[in-house]
């Protein structure tokens, strides 16, 4: 039964009685997931947008046990990043809530291939303008959970095992893989690089392998993931702030909605992150009625530019709901270069006023086209 609230990353890992990773779990959520400020500014008073209070509740769930209000969730924000001073920075940190948490409750069960069968979000979208439980809204537009759980799921994919602190090579297509390279890259929360691994990966379909151990963890570190095939193209990859301290929960509080936690990871050392600025790129091609948009972003600085949410937005700043990004939430390394890309209707974005919006966690906002 459930969890239907808020557990940690580390809890689908090392629950072995309610909700973890073994067996089927029928039906389960992390919670409150916050759809974008778009969306939200549709369905809460502009004068009830901040702070967060009973105008939120109304757009919850209607138990009378819990899950009707966002208390949970915003005493999650507090123990592990700090109280939010802005409806900005509350929806900056319930992003990565719901970014890391969904994206454990996939990858555990994932990890746990010989011991687990499967798992279902309650619930893939909402029937009117919610807070709870959704991977896209009742506009259309994806939450940070989303892509959380595109990421989890790809076929072949590295997994950070918040159980036993190890990387973890899964492979869910159905041919077997040889010759391919795990990349991995420690960095500390200064963005100093502590620790290089570059291991080999066989694997068997439907098979999940440790690769590496991490020694035990004595401060908050970033962990990149990269899997190349033979040539050196990227395959997969994976990017994780990891907290040297544990959740702990409350086990013998367990009900039916969830296990309460007793104490936190902390990473209220993310908010000293140096800024950094990216440099940009924007190419557009058009094929019959779906317009490609290949979003180019270079991070030339010293500091890792951490958890950049793009969106593609039109001349009234309105977001446009038949935008598909290819990724999202995305970290860039020191030196590193991605290109993502974003297909939408062309009628969507014929009008030349189209651009795109990019937010960092250690970023300013800026437009570009």
Known sequence: AGPYEYVGPNYWYTDKSHGG????????????????????????????????????????????????????????INNKYGEAHSLEEYLQRADLINYDGTRAMFEAFRVNLSNSTGIVQWMLNSAWPSLYWQLYDYYKMPTSAYYGV???????????????????????SLINVENC??????????????????????????TAAGILKLDLLRQNLFVSMELRDISGRIIADNFYAVSHIQDEYDWGATNWMRTPLIAYNDFKDLAALSAVRLE?????????????????????????????????????????PSAIWQDNYISIEPGQ??????????????????????????????RFR
């Open 21 to 76: 990773a073994f067996g089927f779990n029928t039906e389960t959520s992390i919670g409150a997931q916050l759809p974008v400020i778009e969306s939200l500014q549709k369905f809460i008073p502009a004068n009830k947008l901040w702070p967060i209070g009973g105008e939120y509740n109304r757009h919850c769930t209607t138990s009378a046990a819990g899950m009707n209000s966002l208390d949970v969730l915003t005493e999650v």
């Open 150 to 172: 595109k990421k989890a799921n790809k076929p072949l994919q590295l997994i950070y095992n918040y159980g036993d602190n190890g990387i973890y090579a899964v492979n869910e």
């Open 280 to 320: 940009h790129a924007v190419q557009r091609e058009e094929k019959r009625d779906i317009t490609t948009f290949k979003v180019t972003l270079k991070n030339n600085s010293s500091s890792i530019s951490f958890f950049n949410m793009l969106k593609i937005k039109n001349g009234h700043t309105e977001l446009i």
């Open 337 to 366: 270069e991605k290109t993502i890309e974003c297909t939408v209707k062309t009628d969507d974005v014929k009008d030349q006023s189209v651009f795109i919006e990019l937010k960092g966690w250690n970023g300013q906002t800026y």
């Open 181 to 206: 390279k795990a990349h991995i890259r420690i960095y500390d929360i200064r963005s100093k690089l502590i620790d290089e691994h570059i291991i080999k990966v066989n694997l068997k379909d439907n």
